[in-house]
């Protein structure tokens, strides 16, 4: 008996089986749900690779920029479940001159849709399945610590700024509605939108010598476990919380 056993949940972000969102997906049916998968762009990818999960699971297109893909998402998830428990919030992007050392010289045309993609999404996301969970349900979001300044990683660590910002929001303003809104803080992965980040091989020595409990850069599976548990029924009372699965690098110094 697993416990995501009878839920219903919805998972954005699929594109490789590298990605926190595929291992989210694999290791949610293993626990007993259901899962709709939603991917953007390369449609083509995340439809076969949604059939290398444990079940084949439906695939809806899903740009989060785009309001008429969100305001009809409701009604073609309800073509293949009759209403969700939970959502993975796992999209970000910024274009390449918002990262890599040109913080400075970014324009604000690509800082405002790194933020749109990664931080504001969140909200649209919510808001476009909240009537799928009329009863409550379990939102949860990837996020990257954005309490300092990362190698590279300039706007797009602003954009986790306000991701972690609006979770709380969120936590907020839908907790009346039984919505709990957490994120869970992971330690650097090289998936495929890792490797697109210029300067990510840096954070690899940091994690190999500061991680108390040791850190693996090329398994998911640590973050992906997390994201499962907040969507169980385990955190009956969490809101609003950035859990870390990082091996311990947020608790220590130098």
Known sequence: MGILDGKRVLVTGVLTESSFAFQVARLAQQQGATVVLTGFGRMSLVERIAKRLPEPAPVLELDVQNDEQLETLADRVREHVDGLDGVVHSVAFAPQTALGGSFLEAPFEDVSRAFHVSAYSLKSLTMATLPLMPSGGSV???????????????????????????????AKYLGGQGIRV?????????????RSIPGFDEFEGVWDKRAPLGWDLSDPEPAARGVVALLSDWFPKTTGEIVHVDGGVHAVGA
């Open 182 to 194: 957490n994120l869970i803080s992971a330690g650097p992965v090289k998936t495929m939108a890792a």
């Open 140 to 170: 949860v979001g990837m996020d990257f610590d954005a309490q300092m300044a990362w190698p590279g990683y300039d706007w797009m660590g602003v954009a986790k700024a306000g991701l972690e910002s609006t979770s709380r929001y969120l």
